[in-house]
């Protein structure tokens, strides 16, 4: 499994963003995925997880604001965020999920190379 994301840039406060992920693999529709977050200084973090049935979860910071989605047909996952905060600030990585808790680092085997999100007060 590859991963690459993109979509980052430069934001102020509350604009928006898509983060897109192109994944590679024939089996893509059976993948479930997630996106983290890694602020500078700080540890990555959950920020969002989709199901290969479409099911989705979200930590608390982001809930309501980001929307996680994905397209089988063309191998892409996305992240959609709202009403962007300043702590949103950080490199955000795709990542496939294999292993059972979907909050955790350690349940995801392949990740992407992250793409870099900055808002800007």
């Known amino acids: 499994v590859q991963l690459q994301a993109s979509g980052g840039g430069l934001v102020q406060a509350g604009g928006s963003l898509r983060l897109s992920c192109a994944a590679s693999?024939?089996?893509?529709?059976?993948?479930?995925m997630g996106w983290f977050r890694q602020a500078p200084g700080n540890e990555r973090e959950f920020v969002a997880y989709?199901?290969?049935?479409?099911?989705?979860y979200y930590a608390e910071t982001v809930k309501g604001r980001f929307t996680i989605s994905r397209d089988n047909a063309k191998n892409m996952v996305y992240l959609r965020m709202n009403s962007l905060k300043p702590e949103d600030t950080a490199v955000y990585y795709c990542?496939?999920?294999?292993?059972?808790?979907?909050?955790?680092?350690?349940?995801?085997?392949?990740w992407g190379q992250g793409t870099e999100v900055t808002v800007s007060s």
């Open positions: 989709i199901s290969r049935n479409g099911g989705t």
């Open positions: 990542a496939h999920r294999e292993g059972v808790v979907v909050t955790e680092i350690y349940s995801y085997d392949y």
């Open positions: 693999g024939r089996t893509f529709s059976s993948y479930d």
